[in-house]
């Protein structure tokens, strides 16, 4: 029988693949028209953010700060990488999000379980001028310059739609990509900052639609998610060790901290109300991506917290950035 042995949760924004320096750069994004949102799920512009915000916050935005605080998130994805390559694992489950990769409006399935042999990770195109820090911040996904194919655990993803299915999950199934883009961010992150070759073990895709209403599942709907997609791993006659890990999130591109502790706190005290009853109007832009986490959440509920760190990774006076989180369950 197989056996849930590791939890992870993970941001994957591309500024954790960015120096201090580049930091002021995706701020410019920020403040150039990007869809912001406030703490309560309000669309604001960017001023209207830079009115609202802490003051003090500026002096979390000096380069030594923010010096000190990309160098512990990459230390973070270290430990992340560590962990997984320890656990010796036969199969990693990957929940994540697709933006416009695979899925569009023709299409946006609120659950998908990808089931085919193997997973493509293509290189990014991008135009001639398009500068090095942005260059650097997308690497992080695809750090080949050839497509690569990963391996699928492809009977545990099968037997996953099947026990959703039996648990009364209308569950979305895909044995191929139909766009060229390749594998989504979400996966190649995983792929790329946290496998190395020699620990490359076959995942299971598990795409959640986190971004885009209406579809997008609620947070009591993530957590059962999850507890059927451990009840399933642990009724499966294959793949010894099994882990699942969540890809994304904390939250961005507004800083939320409060939030961000919360649902860290919630984690570690494995109190599945507190996070079954979230908000979902807290729960957009990229803070859509704790839903990933919840789902995670749900599957470990046998499993103790091993270590969480959590870094605001503030980048405009306004309060833009990225709440940067990182969980191990164990």
């Not at 009853?277 to 990229?286: D, E, I």
């Not at 470990?300 to 950035?321: F, I």
């Amino acid at each position: 029988m197989a056996e849930l042995v590791l939890g992870i949760g993970s941001s994957h924004s591309p500024l954790l693949n960015s120096p201090a320096e580049d930091y002021p750069r995706h701020a410019e994004i920020d403040a150039s028209g990007r869809k912001l949102i406030d703490k309560t799920g309000k669309a604001r512009t960017y001023g209207e953010l830079l009115e609202l915000a802490d003051p003090a916050i500026k002096d979390q935005i000096r380069l030594q700060v923010l010096e000190e605080r990309a160098a512990r998130c990459t230390a973070n994805i270290a430990r992340l990488e560590s962990e997984i390559a320890a656990a010796k694992l036969d199969a990693l489950i990957i929940i994540g999000d697709d933006q416009y990769e695979q899925f569009f409006e023709d299409n946006m399935p609120a659950i998908l379980v990808y089931a085919g042999e193997t997973i493509t990770n293509n290189p990014l195109s991008m135009p001639d001028e398009a500068p090095q820090w942005w260059r650097r911040a997308r690497s992080q996904y695809h750090v080949s310059d050839a497509p690569r194919e990963y391996p699928v655990a492809a009977d545990l993803a099968r037997r996953i739609v099947e026990g959703l299915v039996e648990n009364d999950f209308d569950i979305s199934y895909s044995k191929k990509l139909s766009k060229a883009h390749g594998e989504g961010h979400a996966f190649g992150f995983v792929h790329q900052r946290l496998m190395r070759d020699e620990t490359i073990v076959p995942i299971v895709p598990i795409a959640l639609n986190t971004y885009f209403a209406p579809n997008q599942p609620r947070p009591r709907r993530c957590y059962d998610l999850g507890r059927a997609i451990g009840n399933v791993v642990r009724a499966y006659d294959g793949a010894g060790r099994v882990g699942i890990l969540g890809s994304g999130g904390l939250s961005h591109f507004t800083v939320d901290e409060e939030l961000d502790r919360y649902l860290l706190d919630a984690f570690r005290k494995k109190d599945a109300e507190a996070l079954r009853s979230l908000s979902p109007q807290r729960l957009n832009s990229g803070t859509s991506e704790v839903r990933n986490w919840i789902t995670v959440a749900g599957a470990c509920e046998h499993l103790d917290t091993k270590w969480q760190d959590y870094v605001p990774c503030y980048r405009s006076a306004a309060g833009t950035g990225c709440g940067m989180g990182f969980a191990i369950w164990a």
